[in-house]
């Protein structure tokens, strides 16, 4: 017990000096409070004067830092002033492209002032001088030949080298860009802007309608050239050159179109203005040359007949192309192909009246020396047939708006029916080609009976005759056998077996009549040494008339024929009639009459048809 006691003091006095320490340890904390408060209030108006110092610093520090930004930027606003008015460099278009749109940039979202918008418009016209150059450079070009790229599609046709196109992408790009009144009705330099663009894009347009023109100018000239020299302009060959070089110009024209609407400056524009203006000199070529051909044309119808029909049906087929690029994109309410094409399609109606006049006519007129080889008509109308077939469906087209029978001068006639399970397409063609033959035939029967001696009319007429069955049915160049009917081609083989029949009469009768063989008993009375005598002296007046009048010039499987004909006609009469009298009348002197045997005659006979 005394131990805890002891311990319990001892800790009670610890505790006591414990509080004593505790106690000084307030009273120090105590004043070191009172000391750091009026530290605090010492230190307070120190920092308070240190934080506005600090603040003043920083301003100046913003103060200094905008005004080298504003230096900077004025050095760099002169530095692209100084770019956009010296002009875009070839080797370095975006540099100046990117100086403009941040100058435009500036102006839109800035200030607005004049001296900025006159900078913008003096870029917009720096860069339409580089667009305009890029663009008169292209068509300084070769020109090319667009009849050679057809039948490809007006994407194969090339326009502007594509290494131009390239370089001018960018530029149209920008351009398009640049504020514009429809667009940015209050910015201050949209309205020069878009005069700027619309001067350069009229520009193109003129440079490209030239281009265009120089590309066709050769096929026009030749064309022309053609048309006004040849007896026929051509024909149906030219009319086919003609439709190629106006299927080429439209062909071209829609290249150019789609070109244009690449590389336009103001897009909403090209269909209604720039390639109006593009093709106005390629239009300005088509209604001249087609002016010329009709003049020409209606200047001489029937020798210029098929380059007319031949125009008719190629330039019907290229009228929805016209349509569509030379007048729909172009906005243009005139339609020259058309209008044309009407004009010459009265023309053509009027050529076959005129064609069967003109066949009529040459077996009514007089002529003073015919002649007996093949006449002129003849060859006409050979040649005339045979350009059917290139533009058969042409002609039976116009045919049909004629009405058939009515190029017989009105006297129409009804369409042959066709039998039962049959149909015949080419009926109109084939009543036409009929009436022509027909017609021809009986004006050379006309022409034959104006020559003084039957024997050389006879002989003109067969060689027409056979000319024509040759040219038409036997070896026809063209054809044109297929669109005879039965009935022309009959009338025609007729024709040719009445005039070969014609022509042994005309010309054999007076040899074959004083050997007895006519059937005739004027001559049975006449002595025979006269009848021999009189045969030979027809014999050298026919073979006289042969010398200068050759049948069956081109044929010589027909004179071959003929001489077998003839040979066939005469030398039996004369071998009976030899034989008969040899042995009265001639016995004594048979050299003296007979001046030539048979074998003799049929020579000389043959020797006509050589």
Known sequence: MDDETADIQLLDQYLHKTSQISQRMTTILKK??????????????????????????????????????????QEDTAAEEALILRGPRQNDVMTYIDALQRLNATLAFGSQNYESAQLVDTGAKKLTQLYTKTVAEACAATPIDPTSYLPSPPNQVPTIPSQ???????????????????????????????ETLQEAQNGYAEMRGAWAKRCLEPGYRAILGRVETESDGGGATA??????????????????????????????LVDQTTFASLVSPLLGMTTSMLSTVQSSIKKSLLAHVWLGIGLFGALGSLQP??????????????????????????????????????????GA??????????????????????????VQATVEQLLRMLGDGNWKMGAG????????????????????????????????????????????????????????????????????????SAAAQSHLNSQYRTAKASYFEANFTSLLQPLGDTGKDKSSKTNPKEKIATFYDALEAVAERHRFARVLGDDQNGREGIA???????????????????????????????????????????????
């Not at 001018?168 to 020069?192: F, I, K, M, N």
């Not at 034989?579 to 050299?591: A, I, L, M, R, V």
């Open 321 to 362: 192309a016209w349509d569509d690029v030379m007048r729909s994109r172009a906005g243009r309410d005139e339609n020259e192909l058309a209008d044309w094409n009407h004009t010459l399609r009265g023309v053509c109606l009027r050529s076959f009246p005129e064609f069967l006049l003109e066949i009529k006519q040459a």
């Open 32 to 73: 070191f409070d009172d000391r750091l408060k009026h530290l605090e209030k010492s230190i307070l108006p120190l920092h308070t004067s240190t934080q506005t110092l600090t603040r003043i610093s920083k301003n100046i520090d913003r103060t200094l830092q905008s005004i080298e930004n504003v230096a900077s930027n």
């Open 413 to 484: 006639g009804m369409l042959t029916k066709p039998s039962e399970g049959e149909t015949n397409e080419h009926a109109v063609l084939e009543h036409f080609i009929g009436d022509v033959v027909t017609t021809l035939t009986e004006s050379l029967q006309s022409m034959s009976k104006t020559q003084r001696m039957p024997g050389l009319g006879s002989i003109f007429l067969l060689n027409n005759v056979s000319y024509l069955r040759t040219k038409l049915l036997l070896e026809p160049d063209a054809p044109i056998d297929e669109f005879m």
């Open 239 to 268: 009319a086919k050159d003609i439709a190629q070089w106006v299927e080429a110009l439209i062909a071209l024209s829609e290249a150019e179109q789609e070109t244009l609407q690449r590389l336009a400056l103001l897009p909403t």
């Open 164 to 194: 131009s196109v390239k370089s001018l992408q960018p530029v149209v790009t920008a351009l398009r860009s640049l504020p514009l009144p429809a667009t940015h009705p209050s910015h201050p330099a949209a309205t020069e802007i878009f």
């Open 564 to 610: 077998d004909d003839v040979v066939r006609l005469v030398i039996p009469a004369l071998q009976r009639f030899i034989q008969k009298y040899k042995d009265k009348e001639f016995s004594k002197n048979p050299q003296k009459y007979i001046k030539a045997t048979p074998e003799e005659v049929e020579k000389q006979i043959r020797n006509f048809y050589r």
């Open 365 to 390: 007129s007089i002529r003073r020396e015919l002649g007996t080889g093949v006449a002129d008509i003849s060859k006409q109308t050979v040649s005339y047939l045979n350009q059917i077939p290139d």
